[in-house]
């Protein structure tokens, strides 16, 4: 199985900061990297897929970047409705594995 | 845009079955693989497995002894069955439509397994 690890596992930073989570592969898993948002209660929303592309109604300000097994998630000016739980995923094989989770805390 | 919604028992006792199934709307089952993940009260996410509109299976080693998972297309419909329960399988359980460009999730439905 690939192992997702992902930094820091939680944070608090203010609106209008810019705010990066990384997540590491335990190898190689080309560019299939996708990032979720979780609020309380909620269903995981997909943001960003394969990396970088930015799944539809997702506002501009979250972006991803990277590919083999280093990959990064940008919100670059951070809003009050960020405040969640934030899951990169490996889409490269089976199973499917999820990184631990990065709660963003505003 | 597609929408996924989870049904099935709630409640589920120790050693029964779990079985929940996915209704698709909006969208075709072919053509995709569907799958199911489940999360435990302030834990994170875990994939249980995945199947394909024909009936093509991958399923997480940690549970494929007690997964199944299947498709009825004439419903626009998936579903999955976990035997032997145990407390630890308490969860909420979403159903998704799993891809390489990502997943798009059903609502949720909390599954508790007590006598």
């Known amino acids: 199985d690939i192992d997702m690890t992902q930094s820091p596992s939680s944070l608090s930073a203010s609106v209008g900061d810019r705010v990066t989570v990384t997540c590491r592969a335990s190898?190689?898993?080309?560019?299939?990297l996708n990032w979720y948002q979780q609020k309380p209660g909620k269903a995981p929303k997909l943001l960003i897929y394969?990396?970088?592309d930015l799944e539809s109604g997702v506002p501009s300000r979250f972006s991803g970047s990277g590919s083999g097994t280093d990959f990064t998630l940008t919100i670059s000016s951070l809003q009050p409705e960020d405040s969640a739980t934030y899951y990169c995923?490996?889409?490269?094989?089976?199973?499917?594995?999820f990184g631990q989770g990065t709660r963003v805390e505003i | 845009q597609v929408q996924l919604h989870e049904s099935g028992p709630r409640l589920v006792k120790p050693g029964e079955t779990l079985s929940l199934t996915c209704t698709i709307s909006?969208?075709?089952?072919?053509?995709?693989?569907w799958g199911w993940i489940r999360q435990p009260a302030g834990k994170g996410l875990e994939w249980i497995g995945r199947?394909?509109?024909?009936?093509?299976?991958y399923y997480n080693a940690s549970l494929e002894t007690r997964v199944t998972m299947s498709v009825d297309t004439s419903k626009n419909q998936f579903s999955l069955r976990l035997s032997s329960v145990t407390v630890a399988d308490t969860a909420v359980y979403y159903c998704a439509r799993d891809s390489y460009e990502g997943i798009h999730w059903g609502q949720g439905i909390l599954v508790t397994v007590s006598s």
């Open positions: 394969t990396a970088s």
């Open positions: 199947t394909s509109s024909s009936g093509r299976t």
């Open positions: 909006g969208g075709s089952i072919g053509n995709y693989y």
């Open positions: 995923q490996q889409s490269f094989s089976n199973p499917r594995t």
């Open positions: 190898q190689s898993i080309s560019r299939y």
